[in-house]
């Protein structure tokens, strides 16, 4: 069965617990419910929208499940692109992610998983401009951007900056591009040689590699940005590598070093850090630099020196 408005899925909640209960009560289960879990609700900062502003459903369906957790019983399936609201919670035992959905005396949990929720902002400066500004983007793990969407004006980087593989595959937006070639190339002056090793991602490509990490790794995963909450989808951001060794910057390596000295001088900024791991959702990421705009990163009180 599929549902689409919350209203319905309560109504059909309603219906499911009512019918169970008619059948035979607990003696009908055919799966056993876990053992009593706990959980604790994930305050969420606005950003200025409404804390009640629905998540959408990405993928085809999505069970919705008695308690947080697969072992119990559905008790209702989503749709593709319905809508849902519900408090965020994260399960102790487990640290999984789940919404917990409540209608009347029923509450149902949906896995974070197949959810992703789109920022008013974000949504109101698409309809407004059509690519979203440089540096204002509102992207972590609780508000992002549509699925869909892609900036126009993305560009592959110059052959050399990307790794010597197919420059095709590693586009920025044009504003972006500009500034990461002459910072790279402000680097290799400096005797730092770095390249970009993934830079734009497409909402469908995060996608996908976002539900093969969870299938592969569990739902606690925290290794991959779910679809349309990862800034490399803004066509600003790339994960930055170091030519000597081929791999991702890591922290304090020379390359890192150099970043953080320069980084801001070229509009970049490491935005995965130690200091913000609450606020973004995201663990500390030393190669992952995202591109603001010169005179947002520019040190404060000095926006002009740049
Ligand atoms: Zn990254």
Redesign the pocket.
Known sequence: MRLRPICILFAFLAIAVTTFAQDGGAEARTTAPPASLTFREVSIDPLGADPDTPWTVHTDTLDVHAEPSYDSPVVGTLSRDAAVVGAYCVIVETDEEWLRITGGETVGWAPRTGLHRVHPKNADAIAAHGNLPFGSEIVIRWWGIPIGYEADDLVSLPEGYAGGRDPEDYRLRREAAEHAVAMIDAAAEAGIEIYAS?PYRSGTTQQGIYLRNVERRGLSQRFSAPPGH???QLGT???IAARSTGRFLTKDCPEHLWMQANGARFGFRQT?REDNIDATGYVE?P??WRYMGVERTAPSGDATAN
């Open positions: 993934s990862s800034e490399h951001t790339m994960d995965y990421e190669w992952h």
